[in-house]
């Protein structure tokens, strides 16, 4: 069999690849060794940031969906079950298929075989019960099984946090997160989201160990210097049956290097800006080109899909100017703001507005009422308003996009949104729904709405059970901390709020700019 | 330890009810799924000891690439078991060391 086009690696940027190029007319071969295509799409449950463009506000699972149907519309074919052993410079494959060994060949090939979980040695940590937080993943959200009752998951960038909430959603108790780091890796959203619910971070503190003699019943932390070096009587216990490591990934580039691609001291390969390495017509697209997004893992797909489409005579020079043109810029939008690659080691102090970064967001996962005040999207007031506690530069824009209203305001993707108090809110709850990061809130004190005296709050609430409706309960505060007895009012699920329920409950009006969470009683 | 209903994913799809045998013990799972997904689901988390120190391995990477989570399937040893999808009757054994026999 021959094809114009061999793509390794069915996820994002894989498929993303395969899709641009038949859609230029090449015939195209993707390769994975899973049983399901999708790469770490399937696992991603939450919504991604980004712009429209990006599909921002869709969950990762839904993005996969499309991409196979693209894939599937164009004629791509998908072999599955199917590690890529062997490449070479002649571009020529070596795939392993059941008991049998077979070659490919193709004009073009695009490596998009993605990353793999960094490990971390400590005391214990090969006990059955610690796990990659990747792991966890995908028992959760694959299989459908609990990975542990009780778990503390090490790392605090964007994996952790997101791993974090996605074991709340699937009913085991996340006991803290622990990183060794001063500051939360993370976006601060995706932090404050764990922390209002009660999960405590734990900054500046490394494992000790794993306790357990058969699996794990245990874990101690211990608090760490400037140096990384242990602070005596620091240790922390907690009981747990699971810890999730959340400690990087690295690109998994063994294929690449095979090959003799020439390689960075990072492991990465070296490429031009279509991606092609320094062998002819084999590119490199996604995580295994250096670590990002799932968002710009397509876009690089594609940018590699297109340019190989170029060199093989499928489009001229000029469309291929043209669609790169595009791409690039959708590219250069995502790399963006102060969780950007090239500002990941930048310390974190003021906006690009000028705004105070707040230092409680960094260190605990939530910003005080002090800091929050002084920012654009968050204007206190009478009526029914959103109130945005969206405080950092990170490519997001939907809240924007989707409000009918135009509430909100965001000047370039990575501006922090601005609420608008010259406009009409009519309280739709779109834009509390559509946050990616669960950054918005409605506050309501309507008169003949809401009880005098009272404050309706709503608030995204993506956990089961649902509350019911005029059931007891209690508020809590974006630490996490109980602030008063609560009781909810109503409760919203549609398929216009992308499976993200809405609930609203009262409180008295003191607690108006405090209270962000409820839980039953 | 199932899932049955989660807030995004919704209702889980019904499966097909089937029983392995784990150790001479009778257990149910669901046909097609991984090994791992079954045994964590009776609340089984040691898959294999190590031959030199016998210490005790589990799931680790759940995609087939630490080997952590290998056992002796039907008679076959070191059978990654979170990549290795469950079927009627199959017999799943703890393995120790190389998985030549206890
Ligand atoms: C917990 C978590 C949360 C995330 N959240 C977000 C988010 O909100 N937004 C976002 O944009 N990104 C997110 N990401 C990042 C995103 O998932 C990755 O950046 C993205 O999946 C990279 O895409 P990829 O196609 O390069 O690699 P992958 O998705 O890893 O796909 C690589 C594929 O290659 C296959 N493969 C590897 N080697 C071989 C081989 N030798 N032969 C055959 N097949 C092979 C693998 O089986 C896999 O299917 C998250 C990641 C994690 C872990
Ligand atoms: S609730 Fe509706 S109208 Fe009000 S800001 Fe949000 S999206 Fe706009
Ligand atoms: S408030 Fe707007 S910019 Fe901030 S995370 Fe939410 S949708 Fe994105
Ligand atoms: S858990 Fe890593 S191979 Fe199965």
Redesign the interface.
Known sequence: MSFDLMVIGAGPAGLSAAAEAASHGLKVAVFD???LPGGQLFKQ?HKFFGSKEHKAKM?GIDIGIELLEETDSLGVKVFLNSPVVGLYKNREIVVRQKETVRHFKADSIIVATGA??NLLPFDGW???????A???Q????I?????G?RVLMLGSGNVGLVVGFQLL???CELVAIADAAPRIGGYGVHASKLTRTGVPFYLSHTIMRAEGR??VTGVVIGQVDENWQHIPDTEKHFEVDTICLAVGLSPSAQLLKMAGCKMSQNGTPVCDKSGETSLYNIFAAGDVSGIEEASSAMIEGRISAAAAAKKLGFISEKSFQKRSGELDAALSELRQGMFAPQNRNAPLEKTDEGFNISKSLLKKGYITEEEISEYPGFKPGAGIRPVIECTQNIPCDPCRDICPKGCIKVENIVSLPVYDENTNCTGCGLCVAACPGQAIFLTDDRPGKVEEGKVAITIPY???PLPEKVGPGMAYDRSGAPLCPAYVSKIQESAFLG?T?LVTFVVPKNMAMRARFWKAV | MRIINHPILGEAAPRKNITFNFNGEEMTGFSGEPIAAALRANNIIIHRYTRKFHSPRGVFCAIGRCTDCVMIVNGRPNVRTCVTALEEGMTVTTQYGAGGGA
């Open positions: 060794e899973n049983a449950i969950r793999s979980e090969t006990l059955p019960g610690v796990m990659g990747g792991a966890a995908t028992m959760m959200n299989n459908r099984v609990k990975p009752n959603q699937a009913g058969e699996n993506e956990f089961l499976k329920p």
